[in-house]
C-alpha cells in the first residue's frame, strides 16, 4: 500500500510538470511544436503508469475489506455462541441479526476506502507539500497553514455527529422491527379490520424515519462542507497569490502553474476521506458493537450459579416415566431450561446425555430425514426405531418440510421434532429424555402412542421427563410433579 | 425498464432543483480551475492588476460555490429520495393485506419481508446514485464542450470522443464485468441472511443438539462465496478506475497537444492554452463520481424488479370474496352449503361441506391436524372465498354483506396470535381503540390474567418481541382477552388451548361459554383436536 502511495504520488507530480513544461515553453518561450512532444510522451507513460497504480490498489483494497468483514463476522457468530442463550435472551435477535448482515456490510467502505484513504493521505500530503515548497514557500505555506484546520474540523463535527450515528442505526433498527411486526401480524390486524388503517401508520412511520435522518444528514454533511470549503478556498487563495505574484514577476509561469496543478492533489486524499467518512462512521460504529460481543464472550466465564429453585426440589428417577404438570406460566419449561443451562446457570447434564425436545417446533428448511438426523452419518436402525416411537407413519423421509414448515401440518411438525430427539436418544444412548408437551399437537391415538414410546425408554433405565397437562400422558407417569405458580 | 424507473424516480420539484444545483456544483468544479488557470496565464503576460480582478473575484466565486452547492445538492436529493420511499412503503403493505394469511404461505412471508425492508430501501439509490451522478456529468461535459467549442473547435471535438469513450466504453465495460458478481452477490446475501437468523432463533435447538458448530461451518462456508464472488468484483471496480485516470490524462495531453500546435500557428491565443489543457482535466474530475452508475442501477433493478412483481401480481380469484354494502345488524345463524374451499393454486382442502351455526349456539369442529379446520376459520371470516358451494349469513348470501360487517360480526383468535412489540394495553387496544383501561382490566380478569399483569406493571407491562416476556399459555389467553373486548357476535376459536394446560382449558372454554349465555347472542366456533375439549361445546361436528 505504501509503496503504490507513493508511486502513484510521483507519476501525478510527472504529470503537472510535464504539463506545466508545456504550457509554459509554447506560451512564453514560443518554442516549437516538437519539444511539445516529448512532454506529452513523458506525461504519458506517466499516466499509464498511474492507471496501473491505481488498478492495483483499489484491487489490494477491496480484498482486504472483504477478508476482515468476514473474518469479524465469523468470530461474531462463534462469540454469539459461546455466550449462549441466556445472553440472547437479553438482546433483540433482530438487532443482533442487522448488525450480523447489514451492519457488517458497513465495514466494506470503512476498509475499503476510509482507512487506505487515512494512510494515504498520512503519506502523500506531506510530500506533495515538501514538493511544493521545493517550489514555491508561500503557496507551501498557505496549504500548511490550511490543512491541518480540516482533522480540527473533522474531529470536532466528528464529535458532534458520533453520537447522531448512533440515532441513525438505531432508527434504521426501529423502522426495521416495525415493518417484521406489521407484516407477521397482518392476518391478526384484518382480523380486528386494522390493516388498511396501518396502510397510513406506515406512512407515517416511514416519514418519522425520514425527517430523523434528514436531521441527521443535516449535521454529517456539515463536515463534507467544511472540507470542501476549506479545500476550494485554499486553492483560490493559492491562486491569486501566484497571479499577483506573477505580475510582479516574483515567481515564473512554470512554477505558478505546476503549483496550481499540485495544490488540488494535496487536498484530494483528504477529501476523499471525509467523503468515505459518513459511510466509515457507520462502519466504526458496527465494528465497535461487534468487538464489544466478542470482547464480552472472550471475558466470559462458565456461570456457576446454581439452578433455580424448582428443578433443585424435584427428583427425578431413571428407569420411570416422570411428568411435570402444573398451570401454564408456573415455569415448568423453565425447568428444563435451567437443567440445560440455557437461564445462565451451570447445566446439570453434558449435552451428549440429554434428548430434549422443546416446547417450540424449529425445523429448518430440508428433508424430513435432514430434520432428524441433522448430520450427513445416518444410522438406518437408530432411524427407522425414532420414526416408530414418534407414529411419524404418514411422512416420506425425502419429504421437504418448506420453509417455516409451510408443506406439513403442526401435527406433522411436532412429530419431526419428537422423532429427532428419540433419535439422538437412541444414537448417543443418553440417559436422560426431556420432552416438553410431546403430544399438544398429536391427536389422541399418536399421542398414545408416543407415551408407550416413553414408557418404553424408561423402562430400558433412561430418566424420563415429560412436561404435560394433557390427561392420559399424566395417567401414564410414575411420578407427577406438580408446579403450582410462583 | 420504464416501469422499473418509474417505481423510484422522484417526479418532484425538489429533486428537479436537486438536480439543477448539483450540475452547478459540477460547473462550478471546472469554472474554479478555468478562472485559476486564464489567472495565472494572463498575470503572466503582467497587465496592470485591475484587468486581473474579474477573475479573482470568479475563482473566489467559483470556490465557494463548488463547496457551497455541493450541500445542497445532498441534502436535496436526499429529502426528495426519501419522500420516495415513504410513499413506496405504504402501498406496498396495501398491495400485501389481502394475500395475508392466505394467499402467501408461510414459506414466502421471509421472502416477502426481504422485499419490502431491503428492496425498498434500495430504490432511493436511483436518484443518489444513478440519476444524479449521471445527469451532473452529461450536462457539465456538455456545457464545457460547447465552451471550449467557442475557443477551439478541434479540442472541443477532441474532449467530446473521450468523453463519448469514458461513457460508453469505461463505464459499460466496469459495470459489465462487475455485473454477474454483482448477481450472485445478492443471492449469497439473502442466504446469509436467512443462515443467520435461523442460528440466532434457534441457537436453544443448536445448542442441545450439538449443531450449532455445523451451523457455524455453513455460515462461514456461504461467507467464502461472498469472498470469492468480492474478488472477482474487485477485479472490476480497480478497471473502471484505471481507465477512467488513463483517458482523463489522455483528455488532458491531446487537449494541450492541439492547443499548442494551434497557438504555434497563432490560430489560439496563448493565454488560452493553461485554461484549454486544464478543462477536460476537471470535466473527468466531474466525471468519476458517475462511474459506479451502472453498477448502482443494476442493484436498484432488481430490487426495483422484484418489487413491481410484487405489485403486479394477480390476486387469486378465492382472495377475491366479492363484498355488498350491506351491514348485519343482529346475527341470526350462518350456513356453509356444500362449501369447497382451496388455497389459491391447490387442490381443494374442504369439499362438501356443511354447517350451521345459529346466535348462542356453539359447536365444535374436531378433527386430526390436516384435515382442514384452520381453512374453515379462514372462509367464515371470508379471508378464503368458496370455490363452490354457498354462504349464507341470515338467510343471505355473503357477497351481500359488506367487508367491515363481516369483521365486526365474526371474529376469529389465530392458533398462533401475533403478540405485537408494544405492551398490554397496546396489544388489547387493537380490538377497541376507545376501550377505557378499566373495560381493559375487566377483559383481563374474564380471562384469568388480571393478576399476573397487575404484579408486573399492570397495562404497562412490556410483553417484548414475539411475546417472549409472557408463557404461550398467556399469550393465547391475551389474543382472546383481545377477541372478547372487539365483542364479535361469533367468534372462532382456532385451536385455542394448544399451549394451555387441560384444567384451566376447560376452565377458559366454560368461561367462553358462559359469556356467550349471557349475552345470548354470541355463538362460537372450537376448532379443536381434542375430543374431550369438543365435548365441552353444544354440538360436535367432526371433519
Redesign the interface.
Known sequence: MVALATLGTFATAVIAWQLSLLITNTFIEGSSINSSWNSVLIAGFAGIFKALVIWLQEFVSSRAAVQVKIELRGKLFKSIGQLGLNWLNKNSIAEINLLATTGLDALEPYFAKYLPQLIYTALVTPALVILVWSQDQLSAITLVATLPLIPIFMILIGWATSSIQQQQLDSLTKLTQHFLEVLRGLPTLRIFNRAKSQVQIIGEVSDQYRIKTMKVLRVTFLSGFALELLASLSVALIAVSIGLRLVDGRISLLVGLFVLLLAPEVYLPIRQVGANFHAAAEGATASQKVLDIIDEANRSQPQTVMPQSTSTQMEFKSSNFNVITGVSGSGKSTIFRSLLGFDGSAPTFKFNDVAWMPQKTFLFNGTVCENIIGSDVVDENALSLALTYAALDDLKLEDQVGEDSARISGGQAQRISLARAFYRALTLKTQYLLFDEPVSSLDDSRGQQVVQSLKEFAKSGATVVAISHQRYLIDAADYVFEVSSA | MRDEIEIGLPRTRLFGLGLVVSALQGLSAVA??A???W??????E??P?MY?MI??VG??G???G???F??GE??LL??AA??K???T??RI??K??PF??AGL??????D??TR??ADVDELQNLPLRVISPIVQSTLVSVFSVIGLGFLLPSVALALLLFLLAAFFVAMPLSGYISKVSDLERASV?AK??SQ??????????L????????K?KN??ET??V??RI??R???G???G???F??LA??A??VS??I???S??NFELS??L??LI??IPMAVFDVLSNAQPAVSAFRAYKSSAKRILQLQNMQLPVVLRPGFGNQNISHFKNLNLIEAEVSYPESEPVLQDFNFELNAGETIAIQG???SGKTTIALAL?R?LDLSSGSYQINGYDVAEYS??GI??TI??V??D??I??GNVRANLL??DPGASDVELWNILDRVGLKT?FADRQGLDTELG?RG?L?????AQRLALA??LL?DFEVLVLD?PT????????FDLVSDLLAAAKFNSKRAIVLIT????LAKLADKIQVV
Open positions: 474554479l480551475l478562472a485559476s488557470a489567472l495565472i496565464s494572463r498575470a503572466a503582467q497587465p492588476v486581473l477573475a479573482v475563482v473566489r467559483f470556490a465557494l463548488r463547496a457551497g455541493r450541500y445532498r441534502l436526499h429529502e426519501f419522500r420511499i415513504s410513499e412503503r405504504p403493505f396495501e400485501l393485506i395475508m394469511p404461505g408461510a414459506q414466502k412471508r421471509g416477502t419481508i419490502v425492508g446475501n446469509l441472511a443467520s437468523i435461523e442460528l440466532l432463533e434457534h441457537l436453544d435447538v445448542t442441545a443438539y450439538g449443531w450449532l458448530s455445523p457455524l455460515l462461514s461467507d467464502e461472498l469472498n468480492n474478488k468484483k474487485s477485479v471496480i480497480g478497471v478506475q484505471a481507465m485516470s488513463l490524462t489522455a488532458t495531453l494541450a497537444l492547443g499548442a500546435q497557438v504555434s496563448g493565454v492554452l493553461a489543457t486544464l386430526q391436524s390436516g371470516l379471508f367487508e367491515s369483521r365486526k371474529g376469529l389465530e392458533q396470535p401475533k405485537f412489540l387493537i380490538a399476573l418481541e417472549v409472557i408463557s404461550g399459555g398467556e383481545r377477541a372487539a385451536e394448544a399451549n394451555v394446560d387441560q384444567n384451566s382449558a383436536h381434542d375430543v374431550e
